[in-house]
């Protein structure tokens, strides 16, 4: 196997007004738009927004029917090359329509961190200082 996170999904509730979100925070629009899904190009992994009920059912029989937690144990993370990066970008989530979990602060690891969360409660935290990056925007590990 070639290790890869080639697409991460996420079950929203409002495609439309996910996709209007994601497209004004990460300042381009889907790459791949259809009626029932739409695709982000970004460093390395994939985006993709699909109905929250659809892609519950594509998992399989009884999914749809479990109840959403308020921290399901996931994080997506943007790491920044820069510390003034993160004050802007938890600002241009918070304009685009997300909301801010917890302000950027100083983190226990040393770095510089805070949370947002879009308009289905996906967290992201948006984080410098963790990993260095490079030039093709992969974070470089160990």
Known sequence: ??????LVTLGV?????SKAFYSVWLGVPPATDHDDVAFFA??????SLYGYEALADDVGPGFADQQRSRFPGITLAHNCRERHEVDELVAA???????????????F??????YVADP???????A???????????????
Do not use: C, H, N
């Open 93 to 107: 989530a918070e304009a685009a329509g997300g909301t801010v979990v917890k302000p950027p602060a100083e983190a």
């Open 109 to 114: 690891w040393g770095g510089y961190s805070g």
């Open 120 to 126: 289905d409660g996906y967290l992201w935290e948006i």
């Open 1 to 6: 196997m070639e290790p890869r996170i080639s």
């Open 42 to 47: 970004t460093g390395g992994t994939r985006l």
């Open 128 to 142: 410098w200082g963790a990993f260095p990056i490079a030039e093709d925007g992969q974070l470089v590990l160990g």
């Open 13 to 17: 509730s409002d495609l439309a007004r």
